[in-house]
């Protein structure tokens, strides 16, 4: 009976962490708080700040903040507008540039994020790198990481770890986030999301851009270069899924519906 009552309880709480993805409307599962996420987080992203070397090139630089500040402007402006105000409490932007060849970029928990030096060889304009920046703030604003992290969380506790059922579970949480941030991996911070998350990462980015009053019509063009310049390693921005040309493709099929987020 004790059994039954607490299957039952845990199934309560699982069913109350239920949130869902802005925009997009798909529901997720977070079982960790956004406090646990970005306590479990922010000392890597620290200890990588600390240890990265920051660009020298000041207007670049300079076009990472300003691209950033005013996509996470128009980003923030949209939640507030519909209710989710609550959620823009949880951000704390940051915009870097590094000195890093490689072509990548990520964020992490907050709106932590980092461009290499390494894609603006790639990016023409403030629109193209709009298309980067876009993507990242919404694997922030989509909760991603959180989402992965309760999944990993599940996979290892199962329902003891909602609620308090657990006693460590700070301990179980940052274990977790020491995997999901990728620490010591291949991939250096960021390892890659799931092709669903790049895939909501791409089509939000594209309608968050158009807020801001970019033209989300250039990430086709901006894709194909990426595409074709394309080497061996997959960062997180770089994920190999979507394939290129299945995200290429969506793209596509997202403009319609993203121009009419469009700011004149
Ligand atoms: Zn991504």
Redesign the pocket.
């Known amino acids: 009976m004790k059994k039954i009552v607490g299957l039952f309880v845990a199934m309560l709480l699982l069913l109350s962490s239920c949130g869902s993805v802005p925009l997009t409307g798909r529901k997720q599962m977070l079982i960790v708080s956004d406090q646990e996420v970005l306590s479990s987080s922010l000392t890597q992203y620290s200890d990588y700040i600390k240890s990265a070397q920051k660009s020298a090139d000041k207007a670049k630089t300079e076009m990472v903040v300003r691209v950033g500040k005013r996509i996470a402007a128009a980003t923030e402006e949209y939640l507030k507008a519909n209710g989710m105000e609550s959620e823009v409490k949880s951000f704390s932007w940051e915009f870097n540039l590094v000195k890093d060849p490689q072509v990548n970029a990520f964020c992490m928990p907050g709106g932590k994020i980092v461009v290499y030096e390494g894609l603006l060889p790639l990016v023409a304009s403030d629109d193209e790198l709009a298309v980067v920046v876009g ?2 703030v919404a ?1 922030a604003v989509a909760k991603h990481s959180n989402e992965r992290m309760s999944q990993q969380l599940m996979a290892q506790y199962g329902a003891a770890i909602v609620g308090q059922a657990l006693s460590n579970k700070s301990a179980a949480v940052q274990q977790v986030g020491n995997t999901v941030y990728g620490l010591g991996a291949q991939y250096g911070v960021m390892l ?2 799931s092709r669903k ?2 895939s909501e ?1 791409d089509y939000m980015g594209l309608v968050f851009m158009a807020m801001a009053g970019y033209n989300p019509e250039v990430a086709v063009n901006f894709w194909q270069k990426m595409s074709a310049g394309k080497e061996g390693s997959t960062p ?2 770089m ?1 190999t899924h979507p394939s290129d040309a299945t995200r290429i493709n969506d793209i596509k099929q997202y403009l319609p519906e993203v121009e009419k987020y469009r700011k004149k």
């Open positions: 993507h990242e694997h890659p999301f998350h790049e990462a997180e921005f994920s």
